[in-house]
Each structure stands twice: as C-alpha cells, then as structure tokens.
C-alpha cells in the first residue's frame, strides 16, 4: 500500500528562526518547496488563504476547487494535496499546537469548529469585501514575520488567533448566542467520540458521558450539523476506516475488528452506505490516484 510522508514544520522553516511556527506567501513557499504538491500529511495545523489563481485541492478523501478567497484549514494527521496553476499565490501558516495553547492558555486551537473532526469544514469561501476584510490581517502577519520587532511572537500569534475568529464568525455564525451554546456542546461531543468510537457506537453512551438526554443530544446535532447522533458516530467511524484503508496494509478484517466490528458483513455494509462501495474496492480504487 502506498505511503505518504509526514511533515514537521522543520521540513519548510529552514533558517526562519522559529521551530513551532511557519508564515509565508504562497507564491514564495513555492519556491523551496515544490515538492508539497503531491499528497503528504503533517504533525501540525495547517492555514491557507488562496488570494490568486486555481487548481484542484484534495483533503482527505473530499476533492475542491481553488479559486481566490478559499480558505482551508488542516488538522494534524490529515493527508492532502492539490495541483496548482502557474499564477497561484496567497498566505500560507503552520503552527504546532503547543505554541497556540500554551500561550493562548484556556483556548484551545482545536475549539475552534473548523479543526473539528465531526464538523467537516475544510474549506471557507469568501466574497470579495471578506476577502479584501482579511486579508488586512495576513499583509500584517507576513510583515511581521519578516520583521526584527520586540515582541514578535506575541503579535503573529494574536494576529493568528484574529484570523481565526474572523474564519469561525463567517462559518459558524458565532454571533448567536444558540448556535454558540450548542457548538461548545458539539466540542464535549466530539472529545467522548475521538476517545471511544472504535469500542461503543450507542448513541446513548455519548448523552450519558455528557450529562443530558439523548433527545437533547440528538437536537444539538441536527441544530449545527443537521445530523443525527447515529449518523455522525457512523461517518467517525468510516472516515477512520478509509484512513487505515489507505495508510496501513491491514486486511479489510481486521480493520473492521480494530473498529469494533466482530461481524464484517455488517462492517462492509455500513462503509457501503456512506461511501456507495465496500472497503475492498475502495481500497483497490487508491491504487488509481497517483497523486
């Protein structure tokens, strides 16, 4: 089975002085690092904001379509990679999730919804007057990054935390005061998930680890994802199967064994209900995409 590298920010930083932290235009990360375009993954968080040009962008197993004012973001141990055109460029930033944390403190990068497992966001569209509204705050972060300030990291971090909320206001809506209160309920949601998917797939566990009924649970999870309980444990589940399908040489059983899954048949049937194939020949498929 095929393998894909694994990047540490070491890989891109080079000479910039910081181990934890990478800012750069795309158009100059390209320079020394061409070699990103084919499919890798990294140990970090990953920002990028496309301000010119086109191209494909895969994450994961979802396929998009670059134009200016994509943003996506990349959680640690997601696999990506897209093909660009000649005229590509925009902000490029990686960060560890220590630095952000530990000076951040009590908020938590992976609070944020958009390096949420369960919610899916990959990718933000902007307008053109968002675009033109954020972008503000990459000018200044590439400034910085480049500059010999006192007080440096303080303020790329800041900035970088500025952009974040100006990603999840236009995402999330977080300026509803319900939709807020249900996403930090979605954050405990998907922390007992993370934690237990591959041994208890009863929705009721979860609502009992969380302290409220599962009817409530259930409407938490249709008011921000407009799923059930039932169907995001399930898309966990096969979103893991489909990563260990693609980056282990384990046979089909025992993947369905290490999910929890005695009975294959049953295993097979649910990965067919959400992906319309069984996991052999998904599996088979991956031998076709050579990048």
């Known amino acids: 089975m095929k393998k894909y590298p694994v990047y540490n920010i070491q890989n891109f930083n080079r000479n910039l002085g910081q181990q934890e932290l990478y800012i750069n235009t795309f158009s100059n990360h390209l320079i020394n690092n061409s070699f990103i375009e084919s499919s890798h ?3 970090f968080y990953l920002l990028v904001l496309f301000t ?4 494909v962008h895969k ?6 379509t670059i134009s200016p004012g994509c943003i996506y973001t990349i959680q640690p141990g997601q696999v990506h990679s897209w093909k660009l055109s000649k005229d590509i460029d925009g902000y490029i930033m990686f960060y560890t999730k220590d630095i952000y944390n530990l000076y951040f403190g009590a908020k938590r990068v992976e609070d944020y919804p958009f390096y949420q497992a369960s ?4 990718e933000v569209c902007l307008n053109e007057a968002e675009l033109s509204a954020i972008e503000v705050y990459f000018k200044l972060l590439v400034k910085e990054n480049f500059a010999n300030n006192t007080r440096k990291l303080d303020k790329l971090l800041n900035l970088i935390d500025i952009i974040h909320i100006e990603i ?18 979605m954050q405990e949601f998907n922390i007992f998930l993370d934690r237990y998917y591959a041994v208890e797939k009863s929705p009721a566990f979860y609502a009992s680890k969380m302290n409220i009924t599962l009817k409530h649970l259930n409407r938490i999870c249709k008011y921000v994802l407009n799923k059930t309980v039932t169907a995001l444990i399930a898309e966990k589940v ?5 990563r260990m399908l693609t980056f282990s040489d384990k046979p089909v059983g ?35 995409d050579n990048w």
């Open 41 to 43: 993954g990294h140990n």
């Open 52 to 55: 010119k040009g086109s191209g």
């Open 168 to 185: 999840s206001r236009k995402q999330l809506q977080e300026n509803n005061v319900e939709l807020h209160s249900y996403s930090q309920k």
């Open 254 to 288: 025992e993947i369905a064994q290490e999910l929890g899954y005695e009975n294959y048949s049953y295993f097979s049937r649910l990965f067919k209900k959400y992906t319309k194939t069984v996991p052999s020949k998904f599996r088979a498929r991956l031998k076709l």
């Open 119 to 122: 919610t899916n966001i990959s």
């Open 238 to 242: 096969v979103i893991e199967s489909k």
């Open 59 to 64: 994450i994961d197993f979802n396929t998009f």
